[in-house]
């Protein structure tokens, strides 16, 4: 697609209910990232792909969290058994390979809002 | 690991004037990148400017520039003319490999 697509825009969820967050990037764009956004705070990075494999998943904060992505394109984000403290905006990104000279930043999607009840 | 400071959690400025926003980052690396974004409340993230530490020069996107200090690790951002489209929060951001990471932000608000 033209940009970075997440879904859903907003999600409310009971605490202790499992949510998946769906991000699909730029054809094309082998490397995709999730970072976590909490209220009024910076980026704090998640995870990071390229093609399918993820050689950077230490940003994942407990093992309730999990993700993946297949074919090389759309991703999902997993929260297990959600907390209050998992309210956040979740943020995807794509990018080319970082290799490449083009390769200066990303591009975000416009984010899923998950609030924790 | 490498680390992005802004110390300054907001800014006002007056609708066609001038503001500058501050930005530290501490690294070893010699070769690196480092961008302005800004997040409007539609929470999309748009790349303002960016620099590559190798060039001296520092970059300039119609009324935003910066002020690279690569000595100093300082990578300030001058927001010329400010206009009421300008509000949103901006964030400092480092990258040397496929990792970007970012400062707390900074909020721009603008009086008409």
């Known amino acids: 697609g033209a940009g970075v697509s997440q879904s859903p825009s907003n999600k409310v969820t009971e605490k202790g209910k499992d949510v998946e967050l769906r991000c699909d990037p730029i054809?094309?764009?082998?490397?995709l990232y999730w970072y976590r956004q909490s209220l009024g705070q910076g980026l704090e990075f998640l995870i990071y792909?390229?093609?399918?494999?993820?050689?950077?998943k230490s940003g994942l904060p407990s093992d309730r969290f999990s993700a993946e992505r297949t074919g090389g394109s759309v991703s999902t984000l997993t929260i297990q058994r959600t907390q209050q403290e998992d309210s956040a905006v979740y943020l995807c990104?794509?990018?080319?390979?970082?290799?490449?000279?083009?390769?200066?930043?990303?591009?975000f999607g416009s984010g899923t809002r998950l609030t924790v009840v | 690991a490498q680390t992005v400071t802004q110390s300054q959690p907001e800014m006002s400025v007056q609708e066609a004037e001038t503001v500058t926003l501050s930005c530290t980052y501490d690294t070893s690396e010699s070769d690196y990148y480092l961008f302005w974004y800004k997040q409007p409340p539609s929470r999309q993230m748009i790349l303002v400017i960016r620099q590559e530490a190798y060039k001296q020069q520092n970059a300039t996107e119609n009324r935003f520039s910066v002020n690279f200090q690569k000595a100093a690790k300082s990578f300030s951002l001058k927001i010329s003319d400010s206009q009421l489209g300008d509000a949103a929060m901006y964030f400092c951001a480092y990258r040397s490999d496929y990792k970007l990471s970012f400062g707390a932000g900074t909020t721009v608000t603008v009086r008409a």
């Open positions: 792909f390229q093609g399918n494999s993820a050689p950077d």
């Open positions: 990104a794509s990018s080319l390979p970082p290799g490449q000279l083009i390769n200066y930043g990303y591009t």
């Open positions: 054809s094309g764009h082998t490397a």
